[in-house]
Structure formats: C-alpha cells, structure tokens
C-alpha cells in the first residue's frame, strides 16, 4: 500500500540525512571553545598571583596608570623637599644678614658713647688749664662730638626701629654740647659760674643720655645676640632623608616587579636629594658652630673693650672733676674707682689693654696723692701735661689701642656673618635647582618602565 511507504526503510534513510545537515549548519553558526588544557588550568592562578602582587606593589594591577600616579606623587614630594630646605636655609640667611646688620648698629652705639665720654674728658681736662684751652684738645674734641653727629644720621638711616631713641639722643647732645660750650666761655674769661655749667653738663650726660645710651645697647644686643642662635641644622636633614627613604621603597617596589635591582632614574634622584641634603646640614651646622665662636669670641671682645673704653673715658673726666672740685672731689674720686673696675673687668685677659690701663693708673694714684698732698698746681699739671710717659699719654695710649681692638673685632664679626649668609644663599638656590633636575630624573626613571607596557 502507497500509505505504507512511508514507513519504508528508504524514507528512513532520507531522514537521517537531513537531520544532520540541520545539526551541521547549527555547528557552523557557533564556535564552541576547546575544553582547557592542565597547563592553561595551571597559569590561572599565578595570573591572578602576579595581578595581586602588582596590586599589593603599586596599589593597582594597572600598572601604566599606578606608574602615573606615583610619579605625580614623588614629583610632589621632591617639590616639597626642596622648599622645606630652602625655607630653612633662608631663614638662617635673614638671620645672619640681620645679624651682622644689628652688630654693626651695636658698634656704632658704642663708639657714640665712647665718643660722647672721650669728648667729656677732653673737656674736663682742657678746663682744668683755664683761658683759652690747647688748639689740639679744642680739635680732638669737635671730632668727637662730630662723630657722634654722624654716627647718629647712619644709625637712624640703617634702624628705623632705633629713629625715636636717636632723635632724643641727638637733643641731648646738642645739649650737652650748648652747656660745654658755656662752660668754656665762662672758663676763658676767667669766671667760675663756668664750672658749674661744666659739672651740669657732665651729670646730665651720665644721668640722662647714658640712660638713652644703654637702652639702646640693649635693644640692639638682643637683635645681635638672635644671629646667633635658630641655624636648625638637624631639621634641614629631616625632609631628605624621609624622601631618600621614600625613592629607596619605591625602587625596591620596582624591582619586584620588573626585575632590575635599580631604577636609574629614582637612583640619580636620591643622590641629588641626598647630595644636596648634606650640604644643608653642613651650611648651617657651620653656621651654628661660627655663631658660638662669635659669641665668645670677637663679639664679647668688641662689646667687652668698648664697655672699657667708655668706663676709662668716664674715669679721665672723673679726674679732671676731682680737680675742678679743689679739695671737695672725694665723690668724682669714688666714681672714678668704680668705673676703674669696670675697666679692669672688661680688660680681663688682655695683656696689651691691661699695661697701658696700669700705667695710667700709676700715672692717676701720683696726681691723687699731689692733691691730697695740698699741691693742687702740680696735680693739674701731672693731669694736664701730655708728654710721653705722663698720666694722660698713657691713656691716650690705651684709648687709641681699645678703638683699634675694637674696629677689628666688628670688622671681623660683620665679615664672618655676611661670609655665611652668602653661603647660605648659595645652598638654597642649589636645591631650588636640585629640585628640577630630581623631578626631570624621577619623571625619566618611570617613563622608561611604562614604556615597556607600551
């Protein structure tokens, strides 16, 4: 039967084909992978191992864009580095420039005072003649009150902050100086209300212009004596070494990862930091270490000698008021004795001063005993003759060598000063430039290995 047929084993036959061409084409349209090997089963997990590593290293398994980051970050670091150290190397340049500045000022407040004291004495002494006083004395002490003058004008112009103090002291020594004046006047003429304008003006020199005197001293001591003091030398090292250290972990970083014990770049980079660091540190630790010998050195010399000389000049006018005084000067002989040791304190060890201030003193132990003696004219004459080897020789001698001790002290003390800030200076913009070449080796270290990603 036809209806049967179908079920024949041919028709069978013809099915079978077809339903494989239909599996065929579905074979064709999807690609199924191969089942993975035991060696590619094996690699999965020291991928993951090696991606996990890399993120435990850089904090990314990416790491073109970790190398990215880190060297923005070094970049910041040796950026900071640098201007920590520079900050601390100017503040120790502000500090020295100021401080020799300050000791210049302080030199010249002493020698305003020694001035004023020398030109006292000068005065004292020369009255001591009566009439018309020696031409030589009469110059020597315009000079002095002429350098007065001018080291007023400097001193304010070079301190603002000493202006009013200055201003004050000036008045006082037009002053001082309109009263000698009268006093001389009255003294060639012969009339003795001319020793009372002289003793006026001196109490009011060492009463009233001492006092503005010493607060200037004072004022500049404290801004001299600051120079010598807050070159931080161990706080310049802390900034390098925390970067050294921090360029060291992340070339140890590096080497993990690309297998090359040294980064060229980040190398060159700690040796710049850590060059320049220690330049640094030696700078200041100079400078900390010149600052103490200044300190017991040439500046207690020159503040010690030019407190002698302005006590000495104190003691010279002391005399010659003894005499003025005729028989009443037992108070002007106590000064002088106390400012005869002020002298002797502050010439303490110093040889040359302390000889010619002995031999004055001998010179000033015979005038006293002339006049206790009652023989007032060879008293005046012992204080008033000049030759070599009397009273007032011999402390010329030691005023002329104090003012020469002290001129090379303050020379040498403002020369050291201004040495070491310039050295400072130079070390800052060193690592100010350091700073480029640091960046620009970094920058080169890690772009070499991005570029092995690349």
Known sequence: MSSSGSWSPG?????????????GSSAQGTVLAPPPTGEALAARPRQAEQSGTRRALLGSSDIPSA?????????????????????????????TRAGAANTDQLTRIHAMESSLFQADAIATNAFLVGGLEPAEQRMNYDAALDQVSRLIVISAEAQPADRAALAELNRQVLTYAEQMQQARANNRQGLPVGAQYLREASDDLRSDTLGVLTALVSAN???????????????????????????????????????????VGIAIAAAIVAALTAAAGVVLASLASSADELRSGDYETASAISAARTAANDAKA??????IARGSGAEFEEQWEAAAATVSENIDGRSDLISRWREYADGHEQIVAADEAGDWDEAVRLATARDAGTATAHFIDFDSEAEA??????????????????????????????????????????????????
């Not at 040495?419 to 100010?432: E, F, I, K, N, Y």
């Open 67 to 95: 190398l990215v980051r880190w060297q923005i970050v070094l970049t910041a670091a040796v950026i900071v580095w640098s201007l920590l150290t520079a900050a601390l190397l100017g503040n120790s340049f502000d500090k």
């Open 221 to 263: 001591e404290q801004r001299a004596t600051a120079a010598f003091s807050g070159h931080y030398w161990f706080l310049a090292l802390l900034p390098g070494i925390a970067l050294v250290l921090l360029l060291g972990w992340f070339n140890q970083r590096l080497a993990a990862i690309f297998r090359r014990r040294i980064n």
């Open 11 to 23: 028709a069978a036959q013809a099915a079978a084909p077809q339903t494989q061409q239909g599996a």
């Open 405 to 454: 001790q002290i001129g090379m002290a303050s020379k040498s003390l403002s020369t050291t000063l201004r040495l070491g800030s310039w050295q400072t200076a130079g070390v800052a913009l060193a690592t100010l430039l350091a700073m480029v070449a640091a960046v620009a080796a970094v920058s080169r270290g890690i772009t070499v290995r991005r570029r092995e990603f690349g």
């Open 318 to 323: 002391n005399e010659s008021l003894r005499l």
